[in-house]
Structure formats: C-alpha cells, structure tokens
C-alpha cells in the first residue's frame, strides 16, 4: 500500500521568511497530492492541491510542487504570518480512493 | 449546511461501554470516510464508503468498531466495549466520490473513555 514520509515533523520560522515542507510517497500509482492545515481544535482544512499531470501549482502565499519522477512533493508558504502557525499535513491517493497521510508538521512562525 | 458536520463534538465515557459517533456529510457527496487522530498524530484511516458499494474496512482496528451509511447520507461510527486506547479525536470527511477526490472534513468528535 501507499505509504507517505513527511519532514520535518516541527519548523520555527520568523514572521516573514519561507516555510518547506516535504513529503515522499510510495506508490508511484498515485495521482492526487493534496495539503491540509489543521488549527487546533478544529479539522482540517484543504489549503491547496496537485494532480499528478501537474508540476507546480500556487495559491497567493502557498505553492506546491510534483517531482513524479522521484515521488516528492513539497509545500511552499512564502511571507509567512503568525496565523499560518499550525498544523499542515501532506497526503496522497490514487482517484477516488482513500488518503494516506503524513504524519504532520508543526510549523511556529514567531513575530 | 454548507460542510460536514460531526456530533456529538465531545464524548466522555467509562471503559467497557458503547459510543456511537454521527456524521453528516456535505449534500450531494457520494463517498465518506472516517480518521482517527490520536493526540499529536497523523490521521489514521478507518473505513470508506462510496455510493452503494460494498464499504472499504481495512482501516477499522478491531471488530469492536463498525460503521454504517444509511440512505447514502449520514453515517454513524459505532465502538463497542470501549478501551482507553480508543481515546481519540475522530474525523470524518465527504468527497463527490466518483465526480471528484478532494475531501472535506468535519470538526471532529473527542472521544475521551475513562
């Protein structure tokens, strides 16, 4: 089965420098690479996603990019503010299939 | 409602007794999963449903734990013989299922057995 690797598990930035996260996957048979941010208390929140017939995709502050290639894929938070302090996790799937998630990483950005 | 909702979003029991846990998916969405997510982990994947189909358990930890869809709408987790190792946030998600795989999740419910 689809087995997701995500680092760092924790990462301390300061209030507008850049925030990566990466994650690696195993099945090379998945298409779907969505990210999530999860505040505590509360569940998570789809923040931006790529299909495998894309290399890069970006939202505002937030981009992702797909290395097929070497299963990988990263998450990109540019400028970052205390509110993108939580929670993010990574995941992948084949269509219409259940997530295999990351374990998550914490990210702190400090003023 | 415009998401999916999740009840109750707290439950405290005593070891030994039965917890039944309510989702309510967005309208229209075909498939639905349950996660559990311990303090400080990952999402633990627990079952699926899509459409009428037979549903995805692989996920599920023991047989103390099941799962219904009624009507291909709301879902309802059932734990039997409560454990304190079952304590634990539990999420549920929707997706358009075959139309569409991004999936939206509810608030939770914090399973808490004492």
């Known amino acids: 089965g689809e087995n997701v690797e995500q680092h760092p598990s924790t990462l301390s930035v300061q209030e507008g420098d850049s925030a990566v996260i990466k994650c690696t996957y195993s099945?090379?048979?998945?298409?779907?690479f969505p990210w999530y941010k999860q505040e505590l208390g509360k569940g998570p929140q789809l923040i931006i996603d790529?299909?495998?017939?894309?290399g890069e995709k970006k939202d505002q502050r937030i981009a992702v990019t797909l290395n097929k290639t070497a299963k990988h894929f990263s998450l990109h938070i540019t400028e970052t503010q205390p509110e993108d302090s939580a929670v993010y996790f990574c995941?992948?799937?084949?269509?219409?299939?259940?997530?295999?998630f990351g374990a998550g990483t914490q990210v702190v950005v400090t003023p | 409602g415009a998401g999916v909702s999740q009840s109750p979003s707290n439950k405290v029991t005593e070891k030994g007794k039965d917890v039944e846990l309510r989702c309510d998916p967005i309208?229209?969405?075909?498939?639905l999963y349950w996660y559990r997510q311990s303090l400080g982990q990952g999402l633990e994947f627990l079952i699926y449903?899509?459409?009428?189909?037979?549903?995805?358990k692989s996920g599920l930890p023991s047989d103390r734990f099941s799962a219904e869809r009624t009507g291909g709408s709301v879902s309802t987790l059932t734990i039997q013989r409560t454990q304190q190792e079952d304590s634990a946030v539990y999420l549920c998600?929707?997706?358009?299922?075959?139309?569409?795989?991004?999936?939206?999740f509810g608030p939770g419910t914090r399973l808490t057995v004492l």
């Open positions: 309208s229209g969405h075909t498939a």
């Open positions: 099945d090379s048979a998945s298409n779907y």
């Open positions: 995941a992948a799937s084949r269509r219409w299939g259940k997530f295999q």
């Open positions: 449903f899509q459409g009428n189909s037979a549903p995805d």
């Open positions: 790529i299909r495998s017939n894309v």
């Open positions: 998600a929707s997706s358009l299922g075959l139309r569409g795989d991004t999936q939206y």
